[in-house]
C-alpha cells in the first residue's frame, strides 16, 4: 500500500471513531406531570372544603341574588354592591333612595345554622345583625334578637343599656360581649352566629362572647324586664325559624363574605 492509501485508510478510521463517540443531544423521555387545580378560599367565595361540608354562599360580591328589603319584594335603593360589598349608603343617600328604604334580609327561612360574614362600620356608626326574624311589623328588631355592629368609641350607643349590652358583638340591649373584643373603625370584624337547638352562640373575632339558650326560664325573665315587651308583646317567643337581616340605622356599614351552613 502506497503512502498515499495508507494516510486516506487511516482517515476513514479516525472519522469513524468520532462519529461513534460523539455525545448524544437526545433527552431522556420526561415523565408527565399533572397539575392538580385547588380552589382557595377569599373573599366572598367558597373553599372546596366549605362545599363539600354543606356551606352556601349567600353574598357573591357582584349581584343582589337573594337579597330584598325587610317588608318588601325588591332590593331597596339605600343599599348597594360595591367592591365586593353589600355597603349601606348611610346619611349620603339621596331622597329617592330614602323613599325606597329598608332593612336587608336573605329571602330564605333558617332554623339551626352557623352564619358567617364580616363586617366594618363607619366612624360614629351603628348597624346590626338580626336572626330568626318574622316579616310583618314594620321594623325587624321588633321581631328578631340582634348582635349588635357598632363603633364603641364614638356611638353614643356604646354608654346606654347596662353593662355594656349594647356594644359590638352583644345581644343587643340584653346580654353585653364579653370579652369585647371589636377591632379599631375601618378594619373588618369577623362573626360567627350559630343556632343549634335553641342554643344561641355569638363568636366575634374568633372567640365566643355571647351564649344564651331561647324559651328558657332565664331568656323569659331577662326580656320581661327590658324595652322590647313594649315594641312587641310577643317578642320573648322568637320564632323557630326566621330570616336573616342586615340593619340600615342610617349610618354607612359594610359587609362581606356572607356565608352559611345548616345544621
Not at 433527552?27 to 387545580?37: D, F, G, I, L, N
Not at 377569599?42 to 363539600?52: A, F, I
Not at 316579616?135 to 355592629?149: H, N, R, S
Request: proline share 4%; aromatic share 8%; net charge neutral.
Amino acid at each position: 500500500m502506497n503512502l498515499l492509501n495508507r494516510w486516506a485508510s487511516l482517515l476513514v478510521v479516525l472519522v469513524m471513531v468520532s462519529c461513534s463517540s460523539k455525545p448524544t443531544t437526545e433527552k431522556a423521555p420526561v415523565a408527565k406531570q399533572t397539575v392538580k387545580a385547588t380552589l382557595v378560599s377569599g373573599d366572598n367565595l367558597l373553599s372546596s372544603d366549605e362545599r363539600n361540608n354543606g356551606w352556601m354562599l349567600l353574598f357573591d360580591g357582584k349581584s343582589t341574588k337573594g337579597w330584598r328589603g325587610f317588608n318588601k319584594d325588591h332590593f331597596p335603593k339605600n343599599w348597594e354592591v360595591v367592591d365586593g360589598t353589600l355597603h349601606m349608603k348611610g346619611k349620603d343617600m339621596t331622597e329617592e333612595e330614602k323613599a325606597d328604604r329598608a332593612d336587608l334580609i336573605y329571602d330564605k327561612e333558617f332554623e339551626n345554622f352557623i352564619f358567617r360574614l364580616e363586617w366594618k362600620i363607619s366612624e360614629g356608626g351603628n348597624s346590626g345583625i338580626f336572626y330568626l326574624g318574622k316579616e310583618g311589623m314594620d321594623k325587624i328588631y321588633k321581631t328578631a334578637p340582634e348582635m349588635q355592629v357598632l363603633d364603641n368609641d364614638k356611638h353614643p350607643d356604646a354608654k346606654k343599656g347596662k353593662d355594656g349590652n349594647r356594644k359590638a358583638g352583644s345581644l343587643y340591649d340584653l346580654i353585653p360581649a364579653s370579652p369585647q373584643n371589636v377591632k379599631a373603625v375601618g378594619e373588618w370584624n369577623e362573626v360567627e352566629i350559630t343556632i343549634n337547638n335553641r342554643v344561641v352562640t355569638h363568636k366575634q373575632n374568633g372567640v365566643v362572647v355571647v351564649q344564651y339558650t331561647l324559651d328558657s326560664p332565664e331568656w323569659k325573665e331577662m326580656v320581661a324586664v327590658s324595652k322590647f315587651p313594649k315594641l312587641n308583646p310577643d317578642w320573648a317567643n322568637v320564632p323557630t325559624k326566621g330570616v336573616i337581616g342586615l340593619q340600615d340605622h342610617s349610618d354607612h356599614v359594610w359587609f362581606r363574605n356572607l356565608r352559611i351552613k345548616e345544621l
